[in-house]
């Protein structure tokens, strides 16, 4: 049962994950409400990560994605999806931030009260998961490197 419990602790250490993405109501970018259950297409994988605009290692990472976006998805079909956790009073400073670091190709939602942060178990920004097109979970990392994009888009290519 050790040996067990052990192997589960390091598997998830790895940042390895099988859960399914929850259904939570947040804001898309035109402001109207969606769940987040519909971001589950059964096609494409998708990048996801939740960031404010207080966390500059978030904005750091969504910037090197964006960078490479352009380029990655011509070895893959997969979506970025970038969700600010910034309540009410700072979701206006969060749209301003997003449009103006370009991230009009990533699919942006507001979490203005935190439910899917809380949902997925995400308390730690940044925090980006890689979602299969089924809606699991298969990675997961908090914290930001220089590089760590690239893990992300080897676990994206893992996923044909």
């Known amino acids: 049962m050790k040996k067990f419990v052990l192997a589960v ?44 605009v207080s966390c500059s290692n978030c904005i750091l990472e969504l910037n090197a994605i964006s960078e490479k976006y352009p ?20 979701s206006a400073k969060a749209r301003a931030l997003a449009e103006g670091n370009g991230w009009g190709d990533f699919t942006l939602l507001y979490d203005k009260n935190q ?14 998961f890689v979602v ?13 490197q220089a590089g760590g994009e690239d893990e992300l888009f080897n676990v994206i290519k893992s996923l044909k």
């Open 9 to 52: 602790l390091a598997v998830l250490g790895a940042g390895v994950v099988m859960a399914q993405i929850p259904s939570v109501k947040v804001e898309n970018s035109r402001g109207k409400s969606v769940k987040t259950s519909t971001l589950v297409d059964g096609e494409t994988p998708m990048i996801l990560s939740f960031w404010a």
């Open 71 to 90: 380029d990655w998805l011509e070895e893959a079909d997969f979506r970025v999806v970038a969700v600010s956790v910034d309540d009410a009073k700072n």
């Open 115 to 128: 439910d899917f942060q809380r949902a997925m178990n995400a308390p730690v920004l940044p925090h980006v």
């Open 132 to 144: 299969d097109k089924t809606g699991k979970i298969v990675y997961s990392h908090t914290a930001y």
